[in-house]
């Protein structure tokens, strides 16, 4: 007899609920195929009590001092670290990446967790003693109240990460809304901070989709929205959670191009690309998508590609540890990433086809490459969102700088160049918020902002660092007048 497929549980103040629905979405291993738990689609009603639950809990959670936040934060950190390698399993079994990739998508995490540890420094406001005649200016950040985050299946553990763990330090309480594709990982991440002595009801956990989001953006307890996904979804929740008042910050797809310069350094250059393009199956929001080899590095940049993608071991992540791809998250995504390669295929080359592994089980697709892509191309400014990279061939630097400006998007640009000179015209003249110079994935580390632009970010604070304390804080400034002139009257 097989056993009945697990239902992911939701939290609610402290206790883990299993939601009866008639609706749930299937988690699959996407390196079998296999479903491993089914995840409820959670109603309005639901999602109404976690808010309820984490507007009670506000109350004391944001007057208790910063160093008892901090120290849960600690807590937190040192659970995150013993249960490393459980995680990293975790992640790789739902979303399908190697267990290297799961490990970074931990540690980045687990970076935001050692940030917000110092919640006490970062926090701080200013003050200017006689601002004027007899009066002293301070100003303070005070949380906001409940906080949600709505996250996408890519980074199971880093993006929840980017959001509560500073929300929660700030003094606000949080209501979790992960991906049904992948909502293991954030349950143990919600068990963990349980450990931590994190009190009843700060962190709440519900499972869903439209509805389960609709309520988190128009609730009248709901103060801020943190929201990671794609273009069309980051801004639909950008303008309803907008309308209903609250603050907003939204992060969306992108498209990323990875520019070679004659000058740069092959063995190097050629490995941050492999990595940046086929990393996580290619599901990054900062992966490499368009590999422009400036002036006549173009051809021996593809025979270089066309070598490593050879070598490049495609596989299942838990079986195998030394390979270097996973599959992709689902049989959707199979067979739309399928269907960009049949209809691009009409009008570029396909130097190599992905197509090939279809038909194994899990939800595989190969490391694909086009050449000859031009700004014409219909690829050229549309997100894949899987292992399929697009060669363009620009005669000199400036023209790589004006294709990368036409794309909507604005999130990385890497150039790889041994020259200042370039790297500086690069910087200055290409118009999006994360630039690498000699680094494929320019992801900023967890004290700066992860900084999309354009329709890659909907929104004025970003994730991350200062501007995350920024997004989880309002401030409220303090004029006090002490004067002399009236305690005299008490005739001291
Ligand atoms: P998605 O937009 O399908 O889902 C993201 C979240 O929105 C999920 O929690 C999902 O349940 C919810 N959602 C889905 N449909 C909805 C609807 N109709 N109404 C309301 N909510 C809905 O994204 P995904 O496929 O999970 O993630 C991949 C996308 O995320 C890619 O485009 C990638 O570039 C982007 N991404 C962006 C960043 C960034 O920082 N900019 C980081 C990671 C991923």
Redesign the pocket.
């Known amino acids: 007899m097989t056993s009945p497929t697990p239902i992911v549980p939701s939290l609610i103040g402290n206790s883990w609920e299993l939601i009866n629905t008639e609706k749930y979405t299937n988690v699959f291993n996407p390196a079998t195929g296999n479903i491993i738990a089914k995840t409820p689609m959670c109603d309005s009603k639901l999602v109404a009590r976690a808010i309820e639950s984490a507007k009670k809990a506000f109350v004391s959670w944001s007057n208790e001092p910063a160093t008892v936040r901090a120290g849960i934060m600690h807590n937190y950190r040192g659970l995150l670290k013993e249960n490393f390698e459980d995680i990293a399993k975790l992640i790789s079994t739902e979303n399908g990446k190697t267990i290297a990739e799961a490990r970074g998508d931990i540690q980045r995490g687990f970076e935001v967790v050692e940030f917000a540890c110092g919640i006490a420094e970062h926090q701080k406001g200013e003050s200017l003693s006689q601002v004027a005649d007899k009066i002293d200016a301070l100003s303070i950040r005070e949380p906001l109240g409940v906080c949600a985050g709505?996250?996408?299946?890519?980074?199971p553990a880093m993006?929840p990460m980017w959001m509560f763990p500073i929300a929660l330090a700030c003094g606000n309480t949080f209501v979790l809304?992960?991906?049904?594709?992948v909502p293991l990982t954030a349950v143990k991440l919600a068990e963990l901070l349980q450990e931590a002595g994190l009190p009843q009801g700060v962190m709440n956990l519900v499972h869903?989709?439209?509805e389960?989001?609709?309520t988190l953006c128009t609730h009248p307890d709901v103060s801020a929205i943190s929201?990671?996904?794609?273009?069309?979804?980051?801004r639909?929740?950008y303008k309803l959670g907008s309308q209903n008042g609250k603050r907003v910050q939204a992060?969306?797809?992108?498209k990323n191009a990875l520019v070679v310069m004659p000058d740069a350094d092959p063995e190097s250059t050629l490995r941050a690309v492999m990595s940046a393009s086929f990393g996580c199956a290619g599901?990054?929001?900062m992966a490499g998508s368009l590999l422009l080899g400036v002036g006549e590095v173009g051809k021996s940049l593809k025979d270089k590609m066309l070598n490593a993608m050879d070598d490049l071991k495609v596989g299942n992540p838990l079986l195998d540890l030394d390979i270097n791809m996973g599959p992709v998250?689902d049989k959707n995504s199979q067979e739309r990433i399928a269907g960009v390669i049949d209809e691009v295929s009409k009008e570029a080359e396909l130097a190599r086809d992905g197509r090939n592994l279809i038909n194994n089980k899990g939800f595989f697709v190969g490391p694909t490459l086009f050449s000859d892509v031009t700004p014409k191309t219909s690829i050229f400014k549309h997100?894949v969102?899987g292992p399929v990279l697009s060669m363009m061939n620009p005669k000199n630097l400036k023209q790589a700088i004006s294709w990368i400006n036409e794309l909507n998007y604005g999130?990385g640009a890497s150039i790889f160049t041994k020259s200042g000179a370039a790297a500086k015209e690069f910087r200055s003249n290409v118009k999006c918020g994360m630039i690498g110079i000699n680094v494929g994935v320019p992801a900023p580390m967890s004290m700066f902002p992860?900084s999309?632009w354009n329709d890659?970010?909907y929104g004025d604070l970003h994730?991350q660092g200062n501007e995350g304390v920024q997004f989880y804080t309002r401030q409220k400034v303090t004029l006090s007048r002490w004067d002399h002139t009236y305690e005299n009257k008490f005739g001291w």
């Open positions: 709505i996250t996408p299946f890519n980074f993006v809304k992960p991906s049904e594709k869903g989709g439209k389960a989001v609709d929201f990671v996904g794609s273009s069309t979804i980051a639909y929740v992060g969306g797809a992108a599901q990054r929001c998250i997100e969102f999130n992860f999309g890659s970010f994730m």
